[in-house]
């Protein structure tokens, strides 16, 4: 399986990942270099979440009238002419400047969401459910390492190169990355894998439309785990500050976060084809919310790394759950703009949780929001556990869970 994917799905999107993780931490700098107060440049990161929601569906559409690759083709089109503004706006600044970078950023959104819709709804068509959970976990886990790997490659471009040079960066790995769904000898064998399934549909499955009751069901419980996923960072990084630790300490123990999730990212792929996605969502969820609970419980710096590890671990059994969820309850005609409604369920989720965060802090503590990030995991797991025969995804016994 990991054979057929590699080179159609994993490299390609890794690449795409690479470009994004490298631009993403030196946005911010590059708003602030251009002009902009903290809090328009902080304004202008969370407007992107705005965007997302609002183009997602749109964009869903899109693909499912022209095609996955035909779409990444134009999206890579696009959000390269857009990067190019970026370039300009920094490599030439003026009194609108900031308002030519900003506005390229924000219309990249679409781009960037075309590229990742396209990829499952290729993988959700291809590769068969018993083998679903690893493929969408590792798709997922490229953008995970392209996370890690981009910011490091855009550090080394700025010791010798000014910050528009990042941006050129993105812009080739996009275009590299377009290129090679078009080199039939990497791709033949996916594509052909790909129309074979297509032709093999039957009348029936194309006629097959959505259970919308129980996408709600399980989008309510994806929707509290987006929830967890955007307070981490934030809560991390306060309750680090709270501590009386300093900003290398917390990047340290984020990095080493990230590098326990990606170790255990195959393994949560098996799990969720051969225990079921409820049972690994669940588990997931649990692990996770312990993990935040245990922060006030033990408020000392030994007991930081150890919330740190185990939410680590809950995060990483969970890797790739949302996208092998949305593939198991698409339908076979119009996959890609039910992606992109099911996508919603965690994009609210992550404009949700920092807005809880900061509801709480104005009216509570610091560790009431961590508890309360915590409850909110638990309560996704229950609802998960309670739902789960009636949404019926892939699981361990009979092919549903049960």
Not at 91 to 106: E, I, K, W
Not at 137 to 146: D, H, V
Not at 191 to 210: H, I, K, Y
Not at 367 to 372: C, F, I, Y
Request: proline share 4%; glycine share 12%; net charge positive.
């Amino acid at each position: 399986m990991y054979r057929l994917i590699f080179w159609p799905v994993l490299m390609p999107s890794f690449l795409f990942a690479v470009g994004g993780g490298a631009m993403l931490p030196v946005t911010v700098l590059a708003m602030l270099e251009l002009g902009a107060t903290d809090a328009f440049a902080s304004a202008s990161m969370a407007a992107i979440g705005l965007v997302a929601i609002l183009v997602t569906v749109p964009v869903g559409a899109f693909i499912d009238r022209v095609g996955d690759k035909r779409a990444m083709a134009l999206a890579t089109a696009s959000s390269a002419v857009l990067l190019a503004l970026n370039v300009y706006a920094l490599a030439r600044p003026s009194s609108v400047a900031l308002g030519l970078f900003l506005a390229a950023y924000l219309l990249r959104v679409a781009p960037m969401v075309a590229w990742g819709l396209a990829r499952q709804a290729v993988v959700a068509e291809t590769v068969p459910p018993e083998t679903r959970g690893q493929a969408m976990t590792a798709l997922g886990g490229t953008q995970r390492a392209g996370n890690l790997v981009g910011p490091l490659i855009g550090a080394v471009l700025l010791i010798w190169l000014p910050l528009w040079s990042v941006y050129v960066f993105g812009a080739l790995t996009a275009v590299v990355a377009t290129a090679l769904l078009f080199v039939k000898r990497l791709n033949s064998t996916f594509d052909a894998q790909t129309r074979q399934n297509r032709a093999a549909r039957s009348e029936e499955e194309m006629a097959q439309g959505v259970r919308w009751g129980a996408v709600t069901l399980a989008g309510i419980a994806i929707a509290a785990l987006a929830v967890a996923r955007a307070a981490f960072p934030v809560l991390i990084a306060l309750w680090g500050v709270h501590l009386g630790w300093n900003e290398a300490q917390i990047s340290f123990i984020v990095a080493m976060g990230a590098a326990i999730e990606l170790l255990l990212m195959m393994p949560g792929g098996y799990l969720k084809d051969v225990m079921g996605r409820a049972f690994t969502l669940i588990l997931c969820l649990l692990v996770y919310g312990a993990g935040f609970a245990l922060a006030p419980l033990w408020p000392t710096s030994v007991g930081f790394i150890v919330a740190v590890v185990v939410m680590s671990i809950g995060n990483g059994i969970g890797a790739g759950i949302n996208m092998t969820m949305g593939a198991d309850l698409s339908p076979a005609k119009g996959r890609a703009k039910f992606l992109s409604i099911w996508a919603l369920f965690s994009q609210v989720g992550i404009l949700g949780g920092p807005l809880m965060i900061s509801g709480l802090l104005l009216v509570g503590s610091l560790p009431m929001a961590m508890a309360a990030v915590g409850a909110t995991a638990a309560v996704g797991a229950a609802w998960m556990g309670a739902w789960a025969r009636a949404i019926g995804l892939p699981g361990r016994r009979k092919g549903r869970e049960s």
